[in-house]
């Protein structure tokens, strides 16, 4: 990390990889999920409503290619000269058939400016055969595994109905790192039943693995979610942060985080026709702006409370 920079940020990241701006690009490839389809269980995640991170390029009843196309056309009018990183974000995109999951990665990699694939699922959606698949293609592309962990403490993940263990998140972030496989996690703070304590000892866990990216999201109430309905019921299990209050637990949280893992961003932002709660009335820009102004008041660094011992994350050549 620069010693000018209190965190590693992803647009850092990308620029020591690539010499030309990087922009994703988000798709519904039309995936489901283990939780929903009955396999693991129904309904999905308590807290899940895919609608809060489909933009509005993103939409099922369009290819791959049509969704990439569109997402082309609004960015390139800026910058010409961008390329583009496909992002299967919706639902669990390793879910399905290989021959099925490889035809849609090799689809969005023959559209025109883009350089490599970016893919969300879940830890327990990543057969070996697969990543044979993603270790090759590694050679030649950019490709990052991004997988939705959204908590280290099995209680939780029992109680927001995610269906696996987090002895499984290890091992998939371990199994796909040692191919030399760009490999990110995502975590949401403050989910209920966790402490503050719980919430930043995410953070001394995840330093022990070999991450490459980290997201941090705050929890949101979203509307029609079975979670929003328990915090209706139940509102004395929950504690929704106050934007400054989450603002000090984020800094405390990246102060425990091993320093060599990129923080790609702090907060989430759902659409406002759907968000119950918090409603910060902020943008991520203006989010992450505060987010800064109070690292240096705090003089605060990524890593300057590392708790354990921690390997270095695997961070791959192109």
Known sequence: MENSKPYREFGDFLRELFPYKVQKISINAGFTCPNRDGTKGFGGCTYCNNQTFSPEYCHTEKSVTEQLEEGVRFFSRKYPE????????????????????????EEA????????????????????????????LSQKKFVMIEYGLESTLDRTL???????????????????????????????????????????????????????????HQLQLIRGTRMAREQAEHPEQFHLYTADEYIDLVIDFIERLNPSIVVERFVSQSPKELLIAPDWGLKNFEFTA???????????????????????????GM
């Open 290 to 316: 505060k987010v800064n102004k109070r690292i240096s008041e705090r003089n605060a660094r990524q890593g300057r409370l590392l708790n354990p011992p921690s390997s270095e994350p695997v961070l791959p």
């Open 158 to 216: 029992t109680r927001i109905n995610r269906g696996h263990t987090h002895a499984e998140s290890e091992e998939a972030i371990r199994r796909t790192a040692a191919r030399n496989i760009y490999t990110g996690a995502h975590l949401i703070l403050g989910l209920p039943g966790e402490s503050r304590e719980d919430i930043l000892h995410h953070a001394d866990i995840l330093s022990a693995l070999p991450l490459t990216t980290l997201k941090l």
């Open 109 to 136: 990699l023959a559209c025109p400016g883009v350089v490599g694939l970016i893919v969300g699922t879940r830890p327990d959606c990543m057969p070996d055969t697969l990543l044979d698949y993603f270790s090759a």
């Open 82 to 105: 961008m390329k583009y990183l496909a992002y299967f974000q919706a639902y669990t995109n390793t879910y399905d058939e290989l021959d099925s999951l490889t035809s849609k990665y």
